[in-house]
Each structure stands twice: as C-alpha cells, then as structure tokens.
C-alpha cells in the first residue's frame, strides 16, 4: 500500500491523503487569503471522507468535474454536513476561480454517495482492489470517523480529527481497531488541555461580569461543533445567547441525528433557550449595543456575521471578544489573538475591546495523542495534521515508535 500526501501533512489545512493512486481520503481547503486547495487535482475511483470540516470535505464536489464519479463514502451527519459547507463556499466565492465547483457538482453528490453506520465494514473499489473500510466514532464532532482501510495485506488507521475526553455534544473516541500503520492528526501534539469544567465555568463567569459591567460578548465559533458546544455551554450556566451564522442552519441539522450526539436532549434544551438572529433591518446593530452574549460565525473571523459585530464593538474595553478555537496562522482571528488588531474594510484597526481565549478544542491533546497512539505501538506512526509534526514524530521515535512526518506531496510506502 502507497499513501500520497496532498495536503494536510506538516500544516494545518486542506487535508487529502491518496491510497495506491486510487482511493482517497478526505479532500479539504486551507481557509486563507485565498483558499488553498490540496497540492493536485486527483482522480480517484472512491473518496472516503472523515468528518464535515471545510479542512477536510471542503472541496470534495471538485472531484466530481466532467465525467468524473467518484463514489462517496461517509456517515449521515457527513454528507450532510459537507452539503452545507459547499453551499457556504459558493455564496462566498462562487463565479470565482478561487472556487473549484459549482451547484451543479454539489448536486452531484447525491449521485455517487453511500451513508455508513460506525461499526459496519464495507468494500470500496478502487484501482481494481478491493478494500475493506470501517468507519469509528473519532469523538470530533457529530458523525466523524476515523477510517480504516485493509487491502488484505495492510492495515491502515486515518484517524481524521478526533477527541479522547468527552465535550457536552459528543462523547470522546474509545475505538482502538488493530492497524499496522496510524495517520495520525497532531493538531495540539504541544498542548495540555485544562481541565474542561474548569474552562467552562470560567468562560461563563467572564461572559456573566461582562454583561453585568454593561458590556457585549461576541463569542466567534466554528459552525460544525464549536457553535453547538458553546450553546450546550450557555446552557448549562444559565446564559441566554444570541446565535449567528451558520451555525443556526447546523444546529437544526445535527438534531435529525440523535444517534451521534451524546446528549440530543441537552441540544433541544439549548436550542429552545437561544435566540437565533436572521440578520435583517438591523437586528445586528441592535444586538451589538443591547450587552449581549453573541455565538457566530466563523471561528477565525474570515467572514461571516462576525464582522458585522466586531466594529460595532471593537474599540471599547468593556466589551469582550472570547475566542473559542484554534486559530490557523494567517487568519484574521490569529493576528487578533497575537497583535490585538484587525483588517476591516480595508484599513488594519486596533481592538480595544478584551480579548480572551479559551480552550474548548475538540482534538486531542498530547496527553490524549499519546493514550491513543499507546495501543500502536508496534505500528508505523504517520504524524500530520499539525504545525509541528516533525517534533511530534522526532518524541515519538524517542519513545520507540516508528515515527514520521511526510511533508505535502510526499509518498510513503506502507
């Protein structure tokens, strides 16, 4: 087996991994200024995607340009999921060559896809070889899976992203199938998570006393997981949030999938208790001033509601700015949390406004990489997925693994 890294490896984005030049594995953007897309344009016989994250299924309908049909494999939230993201990108770049697809390719997908269960094995063809894939519970978001595939002489573990500890919307990974190689993400291979509680109860605080000091909150979050988490959080600590975004459109949408949350429950109550803002005749302006606690979109501040919020609130320290995710070098929510300024409307502006950030990731961190990679060690460990991939494999090679971190474009015999 002979795996090509297209993206993803030694950096956090476009994530795309080629399997015998015939089946691959999640096909992302790097969110940027532009997109980046996966190093070449593959023509695979089947894909089989991770989770519904723009860095790991945001490009999937370019793959069904002219003739082309993959066959799309992936679980329901999934495919779902991906639709949306798409939509997403095309209302922002759509007639745009920084856009690879259209509706139309979109449309495609209900052509080519098939929806699996965690647990069910399945054959997927491709370059004339049978392999046989199942997909686990990776604990990331709803219906993310690590993948595993066995051509009859190897056994392959992609992991995609995934989480060991429970978060409120889904529970943490427990599957550990038998593999002789891991691609592994190691998003946070350098970070210690606190305690989540812990995290949670001092975001709540900090939003309360905000508030109460007559100030506005803008919580920017990722759409898929992020959103829901937070409002799963609010809820919990009696905090009534407005909800921006697609975020919104999520929310309805991983509720028809009861099956892949931890508490469907628990989402219903949120979903009841928040307030969900359409966006007209100045709901926003309004909001923005009404000392609030706001949820939207999008996490690294690219685009989205949030840009409408932050010069509304930007230049006065009483409000407060909660940055709740990972933010990729480049983006304009990276140049926040290191200078405390932003790009608006052309001109870079100081922030006065707080900014604070909090770790509610929904990836392992390394005390969670390293549990995981423990039932592995006899495999051969392919790091990616991460800004210090090489540190990563150079440990684990310390610890006795058989450890790597193949750059983008590399190939790597299994």
């Not at 007639?95 to 979109?106: D, G, K, R, T, W």
């Not at 979109?297 to 509304?312: E, Q």
């Not at 709740?324 to 304009?332: D, F, I, R």
Request: glycine share 10%.
């Amino acid at each position: 087996m002979e795996v090509e890294f297209l993206g993803g490896a030694r950096e956090v984005g476009r994530s795309a991994v080629l399997v015998d030049d015939a089946l691959l594995l999640d096909y992302g953007l790097l969110t940027a200024e532009p997109p980046q897309y996966p190093v070449r344009d593959p023509e695979p016989d089947a894909v089989v995607v991770s989770h519904g994250h723009l860095d790991h299924a945001g490009a999937v309908p370019a793959l069904l340009k002219g003739d082309r049909r993959p066959a799309v494999h992936w679980t329901p939230p999934t495919a779902d999921l991906t639709r949306t993201l798409a939509r997403d990108t095309l209302k922002l770049h759509g007639n745009s060559p920084l856009c690879p697809f259209s509706e139309e390719h979109v449309a495609r997908l209900g052509e080519v896809e098939e929806r699996h269960a965690y647990g069910e094995p399945f054959v997927v063809e491709a370059g004339g070889t049978d392999y046989e894939v199942t997909l686990f519970d990776a604990g990331h978001i709803p219906g993310s899976a690590h993948v595993l595939v066995d051509d009859g002489r190897t056994r392959l573990l992609y992991t995609g992203d995934f989480h060991t500890d429970d978060q409120r919307l889904v529970s943490g990974t427990t599957a550990r199938p038998d593999a002789d190689a891991v691609i592994c993400e190691s998003t946070y291979a350098d970070v210690t998570h606190g305690n989540r509680r812990a995290v949670a109860k001092r975001w709540a605080e900090s939003v309360r006393t905000t508030i109460w000091e007559g100030g506005t909150v803008v919580a920017p979050a990722f759409a898929i997981g992020r959103t829901q988490e937070m409002m799963l959080v609010a809820e919990a600590n009696d905090l009534t949030p407005y909800v921006d975004g697609m975020g919104t459109e999520v929310t309805r949408l991983v509720r028809r999938y009861p099956e892949f949350l931890s508490d469907p429950e628990a989402l219903r109550r949120a979903a009841g208790a928040a307030r969900f803002v359409t966006g007209r005749d100045g709901q926003r302006e309004r909001i923005a001033a009404d000392n609030e606690l706001i949820i939207t979109t999008s996490g690294m501040l690219a685009g989205g509601p949030v840009r409408s919020y932050l010069p509304a609130i930007r230049g006065s320290p009483t409000n407060l700015v909660t940055l709740t995710g990972y933010q990729v070098e480049g983006t304009p929510g990276r140049e926040l949390q290191d200078r405390g300024r932003l790009e608006l409307n052309g001109r870079v502006r100081p922030v006065s406004a707080r900014v604070e950030s909090y770790d509610f990731s929904a990836h392992a961190d390394r005390e969670g990489l390293e549990s995981f990679l423990d039932s592995y060690r006899g495999a051969r460990v392919l790091a990616n997925h991460g800004d210090r991939c090489e540190a990563f494999a150079e440990d684990l090679r310390a610890d006795g693994y058989d450890a790597s971190a193949p750059d983008v474009g590399a190939r790597v015999e299994l």
